[in-house]
């Protein structure tokens, strides 16, 4: 209840950012399918912290153990547990602040919620938890690549005002990670590369926008009504941290159209009975059901809630204070968080792709 | 498995526009709620065709049935089922074009992937589904009320590019409710209302953005992970025909911000012991769970996508055709989809209520 | 929550025994299946009272109404609405005892939990409700002979202590309906009416068994964990009104065996590749996924709370009192349950069918 | 999709038998509570293999480590997170076998199903996975306790044909545990005793029965229709390993019964406004609902599968072949399931509390 993702390939994790570990229970994975484990990890590390300058400095190696549900490198089609330690944990930054709560964090609804909190970190609303997301991901591409030949891929779009304009049809992998903004432009990058530094220099933070794209998947994935693949999509992206918005398609640039411009007509494919539209304003979604075209959407991040400077405050008591907080934390969010685009993505595509298998045959 | 939604206030919805009815289960609603009749009648009437000369023209009375789950005025606590008769269904008008996809409609993917469909109408893609999840909002709206104080409103905030700046702390139901166009400035309802006849004229369609406020709502409703209140807000309404994008506090906008101008610092409230922001970036929501202060959100919705114009699109067999709609539809889909909207928060916020005093006590 | 059953086929009913109707929402039916309406209608009418001198006599033709979901005789895949009228309620039998509870019936327990209770009839724990579970699994049970050659099949076994032995690979349902019994053995049938006929006329009831098989389920459906196929069934049956106990296989019997005479050992099967076991006391499941063999169990009813012999009782402030119950009311359970057996036995093993082939292909 | 139980207090479980560990997240668990961590242990040291000369001589310690969700000794309220090492799997025993399906095993339907499995051990299959469950029941018991003044016993009430008459009101924890049988009648238990060594020296194994009683349930856990108490409770002991029945309250007994006979008459309780039945034949549960009596039911559990004799069986190319399995398996599972069955019991009891309070407030 409330840590579980997904209604036949689901995914329920457990962990804190300052805890003994973080993890995950995979349920509903299909059987048979060959794990390349070095390709969960090579996710997980595009998610670790401390992997450049941009990013927080917390050194974790973030080491993907699998307790079960994999044997002899195949998926066993049972749960897969894993397991990731924390092995920096440092409370001693969170120990002056135990009885303040920081502005625009969890912990002052997490306390009034809960009664209580581990006041050691963000607790389960850490961005750290998203680590068993992206272990549970990378396995989720995998699946989706052997048994549908579906893709996802994710990049930086925008790092407050910088924006760049990438072609989600030819944008690939080795142009995301060309660079550590993992914004496949590179002078746009090297912009919001600025922007960042000057941002993290004068203590601050900064939001950002992320693009991702889904290739390949089959037209009729999703349902017509409440499971609607874009609806499980926003939930997906708008269940991550510091996530503010979500758009497929046009998006909120679509709400100031008229019809006439919006329509994605249909026009016959290059193969035989194959349908494409002429424009993609659908975002490859159409009545819930994907169309075959591909998936695109975007997800805004506000800047991160950690800043370095003096703010004002209340304590647990209620009463006025100020706080200023130390730790190690990303100035910007985004370049990290592409991996957790993809995971999210993949997650909901495999969930439905085994739905639609499961109902339609 | 795709109609229903929430977990301990739970809604399932069943009904094409062109069939025999509508309607929905509701589970989990509480005990002994004297039940306004009449007041989900009204939402009803807010979300119908035929209301004003904005909307489709189809003539349904949409008088609600409920079948159990209410006794001498009071819910029993057990489900509640509840039926819309369709009235003035009207094949004819669809039957031309059965063997031809709609662009940007849901014929091309259901057909797919179902291999059949109901052709008359949009079946359970349709607008008409969402008069199932109206009545049961205005359930959910009554008991919100009753029990937790919380009240849900929504307004129309833009049509195309003509945008009106409401204030969600003062917005009133009447003041939405005083044009057609349920915009509460006047001067900007009436610019969105030219332009929507003038669209109708052309035969063509509009998007428009719809704002929503949750007022009332305690500290503590959501989970810090997957069913964060917000992500139940997205898929919420990302499920809704039409929707394009979502956005919650400071959206897509928070995105180009630096953390110092968007944190939203604690204060002292009113009460001893309150706690307030003094902004609301966050839109009422921190770590995923309520932080007391109004939960703000918006929905992107694109142009209706059947526009009375001849378009390019396939038929059945994938080739090249073209088809030039006919029916009753509306022009834009905000006016009619502002009771829609708050129907979905009220549901969203009734079952995170319920949960939270399930686990929490 | 609490109305709902199944994951990729799931049917959630609503209704009470006296209230404008009953009816049910099945999501996740594959499309395209060809219905036979008429079969549906015949499962109510195995269950309908009034059908014989041995039952209720409650006029109630219990007419299926198909609100969506169905297409010119297909199903859409999509939502299938559907409802039955109560056409024959009479509260008055009820009036006179709305202040007290009836032993073993759910009235005390509705009230004090809920604080209300339809008091005319048993509300939602009268058997009344199954009408919509029965109707359900009749589109289950086409489904399954459609996609997957499964056929399910019960009858009465015993009343009170009278009981046949019925070889469960060859009962027909022609057997079981050729008394009203519905015991294939006519003799023992034939004796359990004289039983029955006896019980009320002394204004009693008396409990029974109902024993069901399901052949030709495919090896592979179920789960080794939590969701065993077992447990579904066993979940399934218990939700049943007035089941006491469930039973897979060799049940209580083989708590009292030694492992040398339990296990079934396997044998080649006649088909090349095909593998049988020798005898079936694991009823056809082992490690909570079918064998291949048949699935068999049993279902322990007990006598209907409703005697018409005044009994000590309480009333709603807790006084002692008396009751002697008025009504129509059936004085043996069984002969009803066997198609609601059934029912409940085809809607597990098609939700299991489908989750199968989602998640393996 | 197959490894969670409960809809509040959600467990879900991974791990094998032959595997780097077992473990679970628990959601939704009540924050706040003090937890003993001993205890925990303690239910665990109750289920381990090695306790006594009477069950598997495998060496486990079984000590649980809590990775997540409990801070300074309080439960979080968000995902509990825990795990179990494995330290004395041995493959070893397995490996002679690993083409052949051992009789009454889940070996031969978890190949068929999945296509491969973990041939070392049951895999997900095996007992062992219950360790999570207990750990995950240990949790739920000290929670139903703290919070609702509710508890839990059960005991062994046969082996093979000896069976033991048990007052569920007056049993108590220490007589249970006061010998290895855990049956509180020394003089049955040690005919049990005899029986159960009488049996593993002749290589076999034997079933046997367990009974529990639930003992401060409020009136009110449960609900009408499908998610019955009864119904959970049901589900709950059948997804136990080699469970083959169910039984609550009168059980298969009922269904011989007259309802005259079986009826619970109503009777004022002690204080003012109690009531309580004269009899429990309903085993505590009335349409589906706790009734405030004490909520007895019986398990049955067949012989273990694992006998030390020669047996036919085929290989996994389906030919005929013989097995005689070595390893360390218990020759009664009644001992050891003592604790599991009060586990799953305390899961669905909590769960409907959780439930309960947040419907009824």
Known sequence: MGSGFGQLFR???????HGGGLGAVIEGCPPGVVLDLDAIQRELDRRRPGQSALVS??????????????????????????MVRNTDADASAYAPFKDKFR????????????????????GR????????????????????????????????QSVGEITAEIDPLTV????????????PDPEVAAAMEARVRAVRKAGDTIGGVIQAVAIG????????????????LAKAMMSLPASKGFEVGSGFAGATMIGSAHNDVFVPGREPGE???????????QGGISNGMPITMRVAFKPIATIFMEQDTVDSQGRSTTIKPKGRHDPCVVPRAVPIVEAMAALVLLDHALRHRGQCG
């Open 57 to 82: 400095a917390r050194k974790e190696s973030d080491r993907v153990e699998i307790l079960s549900g994999v044997f002899e490198g195949r998926t066993l089609g049972t749960a897969i547990g894993l």
């Open 103 to 122: 502005p625009s964090h969890a912990d002052f609804t997490t306390e009034t919620k809960y009664g209580l909190r581990n006041w050691a970190g963000g």
């Open 275 to 285: 349908v494409r539209t002429a424009t993609n304003h659908s975002g490859g979604i």
């Open 11 to 17: 995914v329920t994790t457990f962990g804190e950012s």
């Open 217 to 232: 998947v089959p037209v009729g994935l999703g349902a017509p009504v409440v499971d609607k693949l874009e609806a499980d």
């Open 125 to 156: 609303a850490s961005a750290r938890e998203t680590v068993a997301r992206v272990a549970a991901g990378a396995i989720a591409k995998q699946v989706l690549k052997a048994q549908f030949g579906i893709e996802v891929q994710a990049w930086v």
């Open 172 to 183: 690939t992998l080795e142009a995301v990670e060309a660079n550590p903004m993992r914004c």
